[in-house]
């Protein structure tokens, strides 16, 4: 994480802001999703301009597919001031820095509980600051928000597995998929317009599946188990990779067809 000071813009404040106040070092901070220690892990081809998004707006059943310029690499996003940044946020890159380097590189090693619950927090960070990209399409709660800043795990509600992949679509994919879920007919209360979001995304041979609902508890989507493995909420010490098949291009958009398909009947 290489912070770069931004100048401010209009009313804009840390995400975390009504949790510490005031601080030292307010100034807006870019986040790259992808970690910039991670970068020479990364399989990354300069020469193909890869960056695609999926955008889904409130009140728009249609997502906009979005070709941004550069590369999905080098993606940041300005929602965090640089005390946070250079602080707290970067303690959990350092904490989880040596197990990720194994798992982007590829290698396969038996995972603590303690190296998975460092993944877990890193995996809350990208994802919550992920979902800071595009603020109408927000999912993640200030509440949420205020307790990873708190906790610095993920938060109630979280459910992260990570596996091995092996492939070349999903390489630095990310995306992510909000929701809007009804309770009983009604849409709970929540601060933000959608209230339940699923982010995939690879990198290198590291595959990411974190989801975040404070309302439906069973996740819904089968047939993960065969290659993903939970890390949060805890469930073993060890785990171990070699015990699930690698994830494949195939797996990997079969999920993204199911995730769509749920998303298409959740937001109409
Ligand atoms: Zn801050």
Redesign the pocket.
């Known amino acids: 994480m290489a912070p770069s000071p931004k100048k401010e813009v209009g009313s804009w404040r ?4 009504d949790v ?1 106040g005031a ?1 030292e070092n ?1 100034g807006r901070s870019e986040e790259h999703f992808f970690s910039r220690w991670m970068h020479d892990l990364l399989p990354v081809d300069r020469s193909k301009n890869k960056h695609h998004q999926q955008l889904r707006k409130p009140h728009e059943p249609a997502a906009l597919s979005v070709n941004r310029t550069g590369l999905t690499v080098d993606r940041t996003i300005a929602c ?6 250079n602080g707290w946020m970067n303690q959990i890159e350092g904490s989880a820095k040596a197990i990720l380097s194994e798992l982007v590189s590829g290698k396969r090693p038996k995972l603590t509980a303690a190296q998975q619950a460092a993944v877990a927090s890193w995996i809350a960070m990208k994802t919550i600051v992920g979902d800071q990209d595009h603020p109408t399409t927000s999912a993640i709660s200030a509440s949420d928000c205020h307790a990873f800043y708190n906790d610095h795990r993920p938060p109630a509600g979280w459910k992260i597995w990570i596996g091995s992949y092996d492939g070349a679509e999903w390489q630095m994919g990310y995306t992510h998929f909000p929701f809007r879920a009804t309770y009983g007919g009604a849409v709970p209360p929540h601060d933000r317009h959608y209230n339940i979001q699923a982010t995939l995304f690879a990198a290198g041979s590291l595959f990411v599946l974190a989801y975040s609902s404070g309302i439906i508890p069973e996740f819904p989507v089968n047939g993960i188990e065969s290659h993903l493995m939970p890390i949060w909420p805890f469930q073993s010490d060890p785990i171990d990779p070699e015990s699930v098949a690698i994830t494949t291009d195939a797996d990997a958009n079969r999920w993204y067809i199911a995730f769509e398909n749920l998303v298409k009947l959740a937001n109409g």
């Open positions: 840390c995400l975390f802001a510490h601080v307010p965090v001031c640089r005390s946070c940044n």
